[in-house]
C-alpha cells in the first residue's frame, strides 16, 4: 500500500510557498524522497501556481496576501494542504477560509507529511471527479432545455408536431455535420434575430 502511494506521488508538481530556512530545506527533502518535483517560492504569489499540490504556509505576516489568493475562488486552483504552527489562532481560521484538503503541523514529519497528502489527494480526485460530472450534467441539461426551445420555435413558427419539429433540427444538424444542440441554438438565436412570430398570432 505505501508503495502505491509513493508511485501516485512521484513526479507530481509541488510548490512548496514558505519562507526559507531550515523548515522549508527539510519540507523539500521530504517531498523529493517521495519522488515529487518541488518548486519553493515566497513571498505569497499573487496567483495560484503551475503545480498539481501546494503546500502554503498561513504566516501571519503574510494574511493580506493569502486572502488575495483565495479570491476570485477557481475551480481548476491546485490542491491545496495548510501547514500551520501550532496554536495559531490566525492559522486555524485561515484554513477554514482557505478549502484546504489537509492541514500539516509544523515541524513536518515524513509519517504525517506522507499520511495527510494521500488523504488529500483522494479526497481532492472524489471533489474533481464529483464536479467533472457536475459540469457535464448542467452541460447536458441546458443542451435539453436548447433543443425543447427550438422545438417549441419550429412547432408554433411551422405549425408542426414536437416529433416532427426534433426530427427537423436533427435532420439540420446531421446535414451540416454539428451537434443537435448547436442547431437549436442557431434556430433560437434566428428566431431571436428575426423577431418571429408565431403564425396564428
Not at 512521484?10 to 523539500?28: F, K, N, S, Y
Not at 494574511?63 to 490542491?79: G, K, Q, T, Y
Not at 419539429?165 to 448547436?182: G, N
Request: charged share 25%; glycine share 4%.
Amino acid at each position: 500500500m505505501t508503495i502505491q502511494i509513493l508511485q501516485d506521488f512521484r513526479g507530481q508538481r509541488v510548490e512548496v510557498i514558505h519562507p526559507p530556512g531550515e523548515e522549508r530545506a527539510d519540507l523539500v527533502e521530504h517531498l523529493r524522497r517521495i519522488g515529487c518535483a518541488v518548486e519553493v517560492s515566497w513571498p505569497v504569489p499573487r496567483d495560484w501556481p503551475m503545480a498539481d499540490i501546494v503546500l502554503l504556509a498561513m504566516d501571519p505576516e503574510e494574511r493580506a496576501a493569502i486572502l488575495a489568493l483565495f479570491e476570485p475562488r477557481s475551480s481548476s486552483r491546485p490542491m491545496l494542504v495548510a501547514l500551520v504552527g501550532a496554536d495559531d489562532p490566525f492559522a486555524l481560521q485561515l484554513v477554514l477560509e482557505s478549502g484546504a484538503m489537509a492541514v500539516i503541523e509544523k515541524p513536518v514529519r515524513p509519517f504525517s507529511l506522507l499520511t495527510n497528502l494521500a488523504i488529500a489527494r483522494t479526497v481532492w480526485l472524489e471533489r474533481e471527479a464529483a464536479r467533472k460530472t457536475i459540469a457535464k450534467l448542467e452541460r447536458k441539461l441546458g443542451g435539453m432545455q436548447k433543443i425543447q426551445r427550438a422545438k417549441s420555435i419550429l412547432m408554433a413558427f411551422q405549425g408542426i408536431s414536437e416529433e416532427d419539429a426534433y426530427q427537423s433540427i436533427r435532420r439540420q444538424a446531421m446535414a451540416k455535420r454539428v451537434p443537435i444542440e448547436d442547431m437549436a441554438l442557431v434556430i433560437i438565436n434566428a428566431s431571436e434575430h428575426l423577431n418571429y412570430r408565431p403564425k396564428d398570432a
